[in-house]
């Protein structure tokens, strides 16, 4: 059975693994990326409620699929 690993890009170190690509890339999602920020709407400047921009990407880890 495969396993998938979350590796820094800088080290190889492993910072998470699972069975499941969709786990992996999970915790990617959550831990490569800034805060989310708030939408503020372009033309007004006012803040939209309940919705919400995803952070910009840290560029830190790579996940990759191990025998």
Known sequence: ???????????????????????????YDCNNFAPETPYSDPDTGEIVPDKWVKGECLNLFTVKRVK
């Open 1 to 27: 059975m495969s396993r998938y690993e979350v590796q820094f890009k800088s080290s190889g170190i492993v910072a998470f693994s699972a069975t499941e690509r969709a786990i992996c890339q999970h915790w």
